[in-house]
């Protein structure tokens, strides 16, 4: 999990509120694993709400729509 969050290869940022966000984290590996992580400014706390294997067609999916970008 921390090679993930320390290097992931695509990243997604959405909004949850007015107070909040979540971001997913996508490593490419023999299985790729996408992080989904909530953070929540007014609450003052930061949470892996879900962590769970995704098929590279998901993945060129979310990057199609625009809802992951490739990182570094």
């Given amino acids: ?3 993930i969050i320390e290097n ?8 949850l509120t007015d ?7 996508i ?11 909530d953070i929540n400014d007014t609450r003052d706390y930061i949470y892996v709400s879900t ?3 995704i098929t590279d067609g998901k993945i060129d ?8 970008i490739q990182w570094q």
């Fill in 8 to 15: 992931p290869d695509y990243i997604g940022v959405y909004k």
């Fill in 1 to 3: 999990m921390k090679e």
């Fill in 61 to 68: 999916s979310k990057l199609f729509s625009g809802k992951l």
């Fill in 51 to 53: 962590m769970y294997p």
């Fill in 19 to 25: 107070s909040g966000i979540h971001i997913e984290l």
């Fill in 27 to 37: 490593k490419k590996a023999e299985t790729n694993i996408l992080i989904g992580i």
